[in-house]
């Protein structure tokens, strides 16, 4: 394992806002913040929303710094890029960020019923051999609902026209309401919303920014229980 990994873990461990709970308490009872993450956590009511597999976190801190009246928490597994976001939370002062470091697969060991707002896909693993892993699959889609409140939202932002064209499967399959939604989110959908939803969709984490210079087309589609 390489030193800046080590360092990353090491900086992890003595930040505030980012929690990293081992397998065996998730599975012997669950996260002690679960149901408590407003009143516990971020010390304040506000509607919470969650950015699943959030790499470097660029998502979620970009919504953070646009509405400060919502609180905001990364989960990814991967704790080397999670820092990144995390470390620049902490360096503007962020006091509506948090992360929380897991498998996605374990969101409702970590979140109580009817806990959470809305929930961003942003840039997820297309897995084109296994379905069933897909972050929109009747499995994941079980989870959310278990853990959102009702009416809340789910987006999704992707570069994956197969994820995309997934989703919208899943979506009509499970009779679910469609808000929003766009295959080509910069040549479209930016030019038909308000300006605080271009703010939103104009965020760029670090692959996205990558893909578009390699001429990808990015797609969204945001839609509830």
């Not at 998730?26 to 929303?49: N, Y």
């Not at 989870?143 to 009509?172: C, N, Q, W």
């Not at 703010?199 to 990808?216: D, P, Q």
Request: aromatic share 10%; hydrophobic share 40%; charged share 25%.
């Amino acid at each position: 394992m390489g030193k800046n990994k080590l360092a990353r873990f090491a900086e992890n461990a003595t930040f505030a806002h980012v929690v990293q709970p081992t397998f065996e308490e998730l599975m012997q009872g669950g996260l002690p913040l679960r149901g408590r993450w407003k009143s516990a956590f971020f010390h304040r009511e506000a509607p919470l929303v969650l950015e699943l597999g959030c790499g470097r976190g660029e998502y979620t801190v970009g919504l953070a710094r646009l509405h400060p009246q919502r609180n905001y928490i990364g989960v990814d597994i991967k704790g080397a890029r999670l820092w990144r976001g995390a470390r620049i939370a902490r360096e503007e002062g962020l006091t509506n960020v948090g992360f929380l470091r897991t498998h996605v697969d374990h969101i409702t060991h970590c979140f109580g019923p009817a806990e959470v707002d809305e929930i961003w896909l942003t840039f997820s693993d297309p897995q084109l051999e296994k379905p069933r892993k897909r972050l929109t699959s009747p499995l994941f889609l079980a989870r959310y609902r278990e853990i959102l409140k009702p009416g809340g939202l789910i987006h999704l932002k992707t570069d994956s026209p197969v994820l995309f064209e997934y989703t919208l499967e899943m979506i009509a399959e499970h009779k679910l309401p469609v808000l929003e939604q766009s295959a080509n989110v910069y040549a479209d959908l930016v030019n038909r919303v308000s300006a605080a939803e271009q703010a939103v969709l104009n965020i760029r984490t670090y692959y996205e920014s990558m893909w578009l210079e390699e001429g990808r087309t990015i797609h969204y589609v945001r839609f509830g229980f």
